[in-house]
């Protein structure tokens, strides 16, 4: 059942002419009080909105950090904004609560900073690393072409 779905109680309906006749039946989407759900519906929306408040703490910690680093780069710090960077995607990585699409950002700007401070060898390690834990990534072409053209 996705997040959405939890609220809406779907009934089998006949058709009663207001259909067209191709259809003898159709699900229709009501929504309910929360006085109509059952015991269990209520045990889940209380274990979702618990899991949302942790999404919630880390990911807001990974927005701290984010604005940190971008503070440091903009002062041209660079060194310390992929030190933030990394430790935030570290962190990240270890919380499974996180998942990948909620750091990419902080991947990205790893990428351009060190190719911004012509650190070469750790591009390479770091690309290679990205593309091995990340092959489905949307980003993942891009970063192979990258990483071809500076080996």
Not at 10 to 28: C, D, M
């Amino acid at each position: 059942m996705g997040f959405f779905d939890f609220f809406k109680r779907r009934k089998t309906v006949a058709s009663n002419g207001s259909l067209p006749s191709i259809l003898p039946s159709a699900e229709v989407d009501t929504c309910i009080s929360l006085e109509e759900w059952t015991k269990e519906e209520k045990e889940e929306l209380k274990q979702l909105r618990a899991q949302g408040k942790i999404w919630q703490k880390h990911f807001s910690r990974t927005l701290r950090n984010r604005e940190f680093a971008r503070n440091e780069e903009k002062q041209g710090n660079f060194e310390k904004a992929i030190g933030i960077y990394s430790k935030s995607i570290a962190k990240c990585e270890e919380e499974k609560i996180l998942n990948y699409s909620n750091y990419a950002f902080d991947i990205g700007r790893v990428i351009i900073l060190l190719s911004k401070t012509k650190q070469k060898e750790q591009l390479i390690a770091f690309l290679e690393s990205v593309i091995n834990k990340y092959p489905e990534a949307d980003h993942v072409e891009k970063w192979k072409i990258r990483l071809s053209k500076i080996k």
